[in-house]
């Protein structure tokens, strides 16, 4: 006997959304426009970071007068930076629970977060950002190309034998004497410590003061050359939600760290923003987000360093939370730039020497010290085929993103997302798809390179 949709609302009641979810969702293809079923589904989606499809569910919900879609819809434009939007769906919610002091009182911090997310909106920083890729999040470090006096990145587990697979980082100073790394506390945080290299081993751990190591978690550190300045992730200190941003010096003249400052947006979102890293040889910065992201993934930012902070300067609202979601790269550019030049600066790997423009086609990472810039560097015919048949496919793909982030931009911008829905899903199906098919074509391209010629 199949399960009716009293039984998926019983089980959502209960906290069972495994089971209640693909009953919803047999039963909403049926019904798309049941007012309840979209609020079931949008709140499943936000709880589960699939914005768009919660977006969609809740905005039917609310338009068909749903009053726990207010609430929801209002917190999801929050996170969009529609604070117009938001404060229309709060005003609802509050009209509709005038007489319900609990409902009332859930609803204060939902609106003093929009309020602190607006504040911060006028204090987004100038940045330039160069570029952007989104990879797996176990690919987080492919992206960060350092130089040599920049220090190292690596994974934990790469580096402690006991510790289990995951996405923590560890950051090994230029010198090699030096590491920083998360380690989860009896509170069920982690804090930041250090080692020494002693002789030819590790020792003498450490854990960093109390000014960083505070509430929640303290992860993904990198030091600057100077050894004092520090930069680092943490879901306490305040954070706008999941990790944000931090950076602090070590006072000599105390032997502690000084209270950390939040950087600012559009580094810091509501989102997980994390693993800031400054190359002060090249004159790149990378930060990753994963902002409006899918579960898995990651987007990593790539920009240019400032040595102060520069904040915006404009009276409009919208293109301020624009630029502090980077809703588009280059709105962030100035003229006369060669942010060219700087991507391939960026991409470049320690010791190696970055070839001219009118030479490079790509860049295309074979080991840990070659990298093809051009078809003729291929030695083996079937890598180079491989090779070629990525090329066309990605330039499809980047056809295929431009056109969804368009679409994106729409809905953010306050387009129907009812009608935008099914060509974004279908764009996102297609877009993913064909980056799983270059990934293989590479991944066979690199292997069959390097057994034959390495």
Known sequence: MGQSVDDAKRWYNEGNIAAAKPVFEAEHRINPGNAQLNHWLGVIAFNEGEYQKALQH??????????????????LYTMMYRFEDAEKEFARYERANRRNKE?????????????????????????????SVVVPKSDLLSVYKLSASAGSLQPMSAF??????????????????KIYYPKEDASGGSSLYTMEK??????????????????????YPFVMPDGLTIYFAST????????????TRYNLNSNTYLTPNQLNMPFNSPFNDYMMVIDEEKGIGWFA??????????????????TGVTLLESEDASYLANRARISSIKDSWK???DYAALLKTALATAGQQVISSEKREFTFVINDTKTYYRLSDFKSNIARSLFSQAIKLRARLSQLEEELSEKRQQVAAGSNASSLAASILALENETGKLYREVESLEFRARNEEIRNNY
């Open 58 to 75: 809740l905005e039917v919900a609310s338009q068909k007068n749903i009053p726990e879609s207010y609430l929801y819809l209002a917190r």
């Open 103 to 131: 409902a009332l009182a859930s609803l204060a911090p939902h609106k003093e977060y929009a309020e602190r997310l607006k504040r911060l909106i006028n204090r987004t920083e100038d940045v330039q950002i160069i570029d």
């Open 160 to 177: 402690f034998e006991d510790q289990p697979n995951s996405n923590q980082v560890l950051f090994l100073n230029e010198r090699g004497n």
């Open 198 to 219: 002693l002789l030819d081993n590790f020792g003498n751990e450490k854990r960093l003061s109390e000014s960083i190591n505070q509430e929640g978690d303290q992860a």
């Open 236 to 247: 306490g200190h305040g954070s706008l939600g999941g990790y944000d941003l931090f950076v």
């Open 289 to 306: 987000s994963d902002r409006f992201q899918a579960k898995d993934s990651v987007c990593i930012y790539t920009f240019i360093p400032s």
């Open 335 to 337: 003229p006369g730039a």
